[in-house]
């Protein structure tokens, strides 16, 4: 084994690599073809360990309902027009990405952050309900207007809200999670709700959020994980838009002169 500063250096616990030698955190990687789904091949590589099958298939299951909303989200729209000004897939990838920031791609994240601080204040108590009020408040407070994983400026109710959460609530039936991160994004969401007219129910990137949280993920990673799941769209509208042989596509279609502000 080779051991110098400059390997130390690059010490890492995630892959062993030498010659003939694969090793994926300290499994050969000839162990791991055809031997393992891609969510618990992310699941192994982020937490070095093996997700169990309900884990596993709670992991998928937010993946896939992540992968795309369509040239409505910003990122899959620069997706396709930047495949047309004549770069390739993996520039194209890499623009759409590097716009999931705060404000789109970065709410799961974000709502992880909320839902921990209603489980950490509902510790030992009753029920999440008083510690989702104080919650809220702290944040208004603090100005916070729209709450991250909660209501939809293109739904009334995102389809994708109600399958991932009865997901969830089956598996803190069988304990295969806790089910506090849960409750407490149920507790938030009636707190938000009280007085309302229009509803404002969880959507996408809560319910994500509480499949990331009830797993074990830590917060950063529901905007990773969001990243990975999301590269799915990306690619296949990039890929799409290639096929149908525009050149240098812009945000609006020709004909629309945008209003001049002089």
């Known amino acids: 084994m080779n051991v110098s500063p400059v390997a130390d250096w690059w010490g890492t616990a995630v892959s062993r690599i030498e ?14 073809i055809g031997a393992i789904g891609f969510g ?7 937490r070095g360990e093996r997700p169990d099958e309900r884990q596993a298939a709670l992991l998928e299951a937010a993946l896939v309902a992540g992968v795309d909303h369509g040239p ?7 997706a396709r ?5 004549g770069v390739g897939l993996n520039n194209a990838m890499a623009s759409a990405i590097n716009t999931l920031g705060d404000s789109h791609g970065g709410a799961g994240q ?50 994708r809200r109600d399958p991932l959460l009865r997901l969830v609530a089956a598996a803190a039936t069988d304990h295969v999670v806790p089910g506090d991160h ?38 950063p990673l529901a905007r990773g994980l969001f990243v990975l799941s999301r590269s799915v769209g990306i690619l296949a509208h990039a890929w799409e ?20 502000l002089g």
Request: proline share 10%; with cysteine; hydrophobic share 45%.
């Open 40 to 46: 618990s091949m992310i699941w192994l590589m982020l």
């Open 241 to 260: 838009e290639i096929g149908q042989g525009r050149r240098n596509k812009g945000p609006i279609p020709p004909s629309v002169r945008p209003t001049y």
């Open 81 to 85: 027009m930047a495949v047309t000004c």
């Open 72 to 78: 409505h989200a910003p990122s899959i729209a620069i």
């Open 182 to 219: 849960l409750r407490a994004a149920l507790a938030v969401e009636e707190v938000l709700n009280r007085g309302r007219s229009r509803p404002v129910p969880m959507n996408i990137d809560g319910a994500t959020a509480v499949i990331y949280a009830e797993l074990g993920f830590p917060a």
């Open 19 to 32: 010659p003939d030698v694969v090793e994926l955190r300290g499994t050969p990687v000839e162990d791991l």
């Open 110 to 159: 974000d709502c992880v952050v909320l839902l921990d601080e209603v489980v950490t204040r509902s510790a030992g108590s009753a029920g999440p309900g008083p510690a989702a009020a104080d919650v809220v408040a702290a944040w208004r407070t603090r100005g916070i207007r729209y709450f991250p994983g909660f209501g939809h400026r293109f739904h009334t109710r995102d389809p």
